[in-house]
T-cell receptor, first 112, second 111 residues
């Protein structure tokens, strides 16, 4: 069974649309993360979340919002998609902040 | 200037060679991670360390907190080691679990 899964794997959409990427972990971890990997393959944190606190990277536009229906899921909603949002988005989880992180397979988002 | 710098950016080696990838950082840290990103895109955590040295198979990671430097060594390299190796630090006092990443070192091991 996949430890951290993301759907969809690929997402192609038009500018201006609203889309969501789902993330689920079956590791029983308390903390989940979203990362963005740009075209130059540079990874950057977008959000971290546990059942008590959401930490948002201040550089992330408010068009991006994480939603956690329960401890095992952290979905990423993106409103009014822009060309610059095209990237690979990775979800990850860990037991706590100082623990090893386990990554999902990534979702390649292409905005046309 | 990025808070986490890796060198080299690209590295080509012959199978069997000993490989070293370096990571320097400019902030106080709680921990340092070494990650491997496969050509297919998946990311795997190799090590997390806050002091000393860790070994797993042919991989060795060391860290010198005073010098703010870490190295990843691969002994007896193999073509299947070809990947991007990424150093990431957890800044001390920073937001929970939020890693700051280096730009990665692309390793290609030729048979």
């Amino acid at each position: 069974d996949t430890a951290v899964s993301q759907t969809p794997k690929y997402l192609v959409t038009q500018m201006g649309n609203d889309k969501s990427i789902k993330c689920e972990q079956n590791l029983g971890h308390d903390t989940m993360y979203w990362y963005k990997q740009d075209s130059k393959k540079f990874l950057k944190i977008m959000f971290s979340y546990n059942n008590k606190e959401l930490i948002i990277n201040e550089t992330v536009p408010n068009r991006f919002s994480p939603k956690s229906p329960d401890k095992a899921h952290l979905n990423l909603h993106i409103n009014s998609l822009e060309l610059g949002d095209s990237a690979v988005y990775f979800c990850a989880s860990s037991t706590w902040a100082l623990a090893e992180q386990f990554f999902g397979p990534g979702t390649r988002l292409t905005v046309l | 200037k990025n808070e986490v710098e890796q060198s080299p950016q690209n590295l080509t080696a012959q199978e069997g060679e000993f490989i070293t990838i370096n990571c320097s950082y400019s902030v106080g840290i709680s921990a340092l991670h070494w990650l491997q990103q496969h050509p297919g895109g998946g990311i795997v955590s190799l090590f997390m360390l806050s002091s000393g040295k860790k070994k797993h198979g042919r991989l060795i990671a060391t860290i010198n907190i005073q010098e703010k430097h870490s190295s990843l060594h691969i002994t007896a390299s193999h073509p299947r080691d070809s990947a991007v190796y990424i150093c990431a630090v957890l800044e001390r006092g920073g937001s929970q679990g939020n890693l700051i990443f280096g730009k990665g070192t692309k390793l290609s091991v030729k048979p």
